[in-house]
């Protein structure tokens, strides 16, 4: 394990910050753009995706293992955020007959 | 005694919470009663303090604290000198002698408890003027007389010019209450304090202020103007007689128009240190008593020809206060009241008998059904023209007696306008008692004598205007001891000074004589062209020329209306339709109108895309990091 250390070190920073950001972007914009709610929540799940890699990243680059722990955290919220997101776009599919969610709504002033 | 003061004021107070509140559902006679006893006890209380008021000449009475700001500190103070009884007798007993013909003359009036409410709730304001200690609550017993002279004179409300009889009274009052406003705000300004012996006892180390006090006696003189009816601020008590007559006998002759009297007799310190005004008091008395007495010379309305004689009157009190003699002035005020009340309740009586007929036109031979009236209403016209021995002859003598010593061109004039009053009241008492009857035979039916309770008021005023005249009768004609008026005032300062000039024996029984001439003179012409030759006035589309003018009041009103009224109510149009309405509500209404054109724009941001929503939430993401980046 550490001789995996300064060999992952060698990578310089820039490149996982550019590839975080780039990776969070494309999951912002699938959210924007996107009408399938399926997709939506996968976009969500690349954001999230996203932001761990940057922490396992920084975690090796300073040597700081809370990173990694932050990644934990995060695995465990998107899992659980994701089963409800599901559920909540099942019982949608069952009331409309379709994912897309361009048709609701029905909040409109 | 120090527990009697308050409660003088406090009956007709009492009086006034009686029949206000309960008088609706009681028997008149009791709410008549009540208000009357009310008004009785205040004079019997005012008699005790008046036989007080020998020994000891003056009681102060502290009610309570009204206000303590800092330095200025007013107390609802009462105090009873000679000055303040003697107006204190006036007020109650011929208020108690109107209250009783009120019973009679409107007992079939369904306001009859309003009514009583109101008058008693007009002597407890008139009792407050006279015994306030300092002016501020002077000024609160000035402006509840005007509140309820206002009430008074529109109390047959459902009539729409009676109302604007009463408005035309009040702001004219209005009008003088703000030169005594200004008036108050100055001398408290100059003396620290409003309570009249404080500012008295500080007058003396006050020498150089000589144009301060002459500026704030003007405007107290322009209160008194208001007040009692002077040019230019008289026209609104020919108008007042819209009231019942009982009110204009009260109001408008005996009492609310002697306040101006009062408030420069109280000021008389004030007004003898600033002669400039004195001149223009003098000035403007005898330009009214002049002026007034021709107008009423012409007026065929029995009420309008008492009321020009009530201003002409008054006019020459104030004449009389211009030239210094403060007790001549009170002398005449009091007989004024006695004889005025008689001949106003003289005329209810008439009206009353007539069915309601103000028109001396269609009068005419009234003595023969109405003898209690007559002879009353004849001791009220030889004392008001001022024949001998009567109670209007001392009083006009001792102020023509003043003036001359003054000046006798001034005394010329007043004689003029004494002359003048005696021709106007005796066309009216022979047109009116004598000759044919010229009415209507319903009205010629229904004639018909007063009840008692009208017609003992009359005869007691009438003995007063008889006897009236002893309280005052001059020295070349009995001695020394003749002037008790003067003597009773001795103690107050200010009216000392009583006699002003010093006339020879010779010059006032010459005077004297030279009244009476003209008194007889004028009876006899009188006599000669109304009951011999039976001239009838002219009706209203014959008269002509200066006649004419004089029938039509020198059309005072029209040139008020002209200049004053039309402007301003064009004035008014202006900043009510295009100030109020466009500018102020424009710019209110515009304020509405951007919210909803900014709420409907701002609506659109809802419209249930979700997609839409969360393109917002990245929005406002960014911003809060672009704006925590930049600051």
Redesign the interface.
Known sequence: MNSAIPVLQAIPIDNYLWLSAILFSIGVAGVLMRRNAIVLLMCIELMLNAVNLLFAAFSTYLGDASGQIMVFFIMVVAAAEASVGLAILVMIYRNHKTVDVSFLDKLRG | MQQLIPTILLLPLLGFLFSGLLGGRLPKTVVGAVASLAVLGAFLGSLYAFGQAGPQPEWTVKVFQWVAVGDFQIDFGLLVDRLSVWMMLIITGIGFLIHVYAIGYMHSDPGFARFFAYLNLFIFFMLLLVMADNYLIMFFGWEGVGLCSYLLIGFWFQNESYGKAARKAFIMNRIGDLGLLIGIFMLFQLFGSLNYQDIFSRLPAMRMAEGALTVVTLLLFIGAIGKSAQIPLYTWLPDAMAGPTPVSALIHAATMVTAGIYLLVRSSLLFQLAPITLEIVTYVGLATALFAAFIGLRQNDIKKVLAYSTVSQLGLMFLALGVGAYTSAMFHLTTHAFFKALLFLGAGSVIHAMGGEQDIRRMGGLRAALPVTYWTFVAGTLAIIGFPLLSGFFSKDEILAQVFAHSPILWGLALLSSAVTAVYMMRLFFLTFFGDFRGTPEQRGHLHESPAVMTWPLIALAILSVTGGVLQIPAFLAGGNGQWLSHWYQTLPGLAGGHVGHLSHTAEWVLMGTTTLVVLAVMWGSYRAYVIRKKLPLADTQVRGIELWAAQKFYIDELYDAILVRPLEKLSGILYHIADNRVIDGSVNLIGVVMTRLSQFF?L???????YY??GM?LGLILILLLNYII
Do not use: I
């Open positions: 609506r941001v809802q419209n249930g895309n979700t997609s969360l393109f990245v």
